[in-house]
């Protein structure tokens, strides 16, 4: 006999709430993040039932899954846990090849097809004389090797320009006397003294105004199928 799919759905996280606003079907969602709500994106839109994080609220919506990921809220999961409810904790991917078995594994704990989760786009080995692109964060701070980020700049065809790993605090007189050839500035879009550093005159004037690349900023911010969305984007930018 067939399993009866979950109806009364709730998520935890802010990532959880993006894909099942993209997946789920809305009725069987009972409840998403607070998160959701501080850190809105165009496509969910406001007509997403929410909790406001308390274990009384998410009891009172009498959940039949809960959807978590692995650093989040680990104290109220524990304690839905204690009293009986069913809470599945997914870990986000760390690698383009885990995103695919990540909408997989989500697919099939609400009901639908893991057959519906899309592969990553073909992979374009970075030539040695392929293009340099700079990723670009808040506070002056660039994304090197061994990074998910790093996954997404080779799958489109690029190099990354940071030969160094991790998340790096940039040098303007290194960009000034080698500029990569773009940089994509992956920051949020607003007015803060942490983004200023994508203004400073040296930046702007090593790199070419077509060398500069923008995407939506949330793209980054979780795993998901929009991944691949980046992935394509920065291939047509480097074709």
Not at 69 to 85: D, F, I, P, V
Not at 94 to 100: D, S
Not at 113 to 133: C, G, I, S
Request: net charge negative.
């Amino acid at each position: 006999m067939a399993t009866e799919p979950p109806q009364r759905i709730v998520s935890l996280d802010l990532c959880m709430d993006w894909a099942l606003a993209h997946h789920a079907d809305p009725a069987r969602v009972a409840a998403l993040s607070p998160l959701h709500l501080r850190y809105p994106i165009h496509w969910i839109g406001d007509h997403w039932p929410s909790h406001d994080g308390s274990v009384e609220q998410v009891v009172r919506l009498q959940p039949d899954l809960v959807l978590a990921g692995q650093y989040s809220a680990l104290m109220l999961r524990e304690r839905l846990l204690t009293l009986g409810y069913p809470v599945q904790v997914l870990p986000l991917p760390t690698t383009l090849e885990q995103v695919e078995s990540y909408e997989r594994r989500l697919l099939e704990l609400i009901g639908r097809d893991p057959d519906l989760a899309q592969p990553a786009p073909a992979r374009r080995t970075p030539q040695t004389d392929a293009k340099r692109l700079l990723l670009l964060g808040s506070n002056g701070i660039g994304t090197g090797r061994d990074t998910f980020e790093h996954q997404i700049i080779e799958q489109a065809g690029w190099r990354n320009y940071l030969t160094d790993s991790g998340h790096v605090q940039l040098d303007l007189e290194r960009i000034a006397s080698d500029p990569p050839d773009a940089i994509l500035f992956a920051a949020p879009e607003h007015q803060a003294l942490a983004n200023r550093f994508a203004d400073h005159p040296v930046l702007r004037r090593s790199i070419p105004t077509d060398g500069w690349l923008t995407t939506d900023y949330w793209r980054w911010q979780c795993p998901g199928p929009w991944t691949w969305d980046l992935i394509r984007q920065l291939n047509q930018w480097l074709d």
